[in-house]
């Protein structure tokens, strides 16, 4: 079974700031981030990325590389036809 994401993070804090602030304090944020702390760098006031403990993000890998092999597995299953085969009967249909 798969771990949480979240559980792999401490009970570090979260922080919030700008883009452009986070590039003059990029080693001080790695640093947070490796303690546990999530940050959001924003862009005019909006979230546009998160800096989170590495662990976290593996996790998410892991978790999202599951989910598509257990889709394939299911598709296969399923008895629909591939890709290849559908283009080839389209295409003796139209000759």
Avoid: C, K
């Amino acid at each position: 079974m798969t771990a949480n994401p979240i559980e792999s993070a401490s009970t570090g804090g979260v922080r919030e700031l700008p883009a452009t602030e986070a590039r003059n304090q990029l080693s001080e944020l790695l640093d947070a981030v490796r303690d546990g702390e999530f940050v959001y760098l924003t862009r005019r006031g909006r979230r546009v990325a998160a800096l989170l403990p590495a662990d976290i993000a593996e996790n998410y890998e892991t978790i999202e590389d599951e989910y598509w092999v257990r889709r394939a597995a299911e598709a296969e299953d399923s008895g629909r036809v591939s890709w290849e085969q559908g283009v080839a009967e389209l295409e003796s249909r139209q000759a």
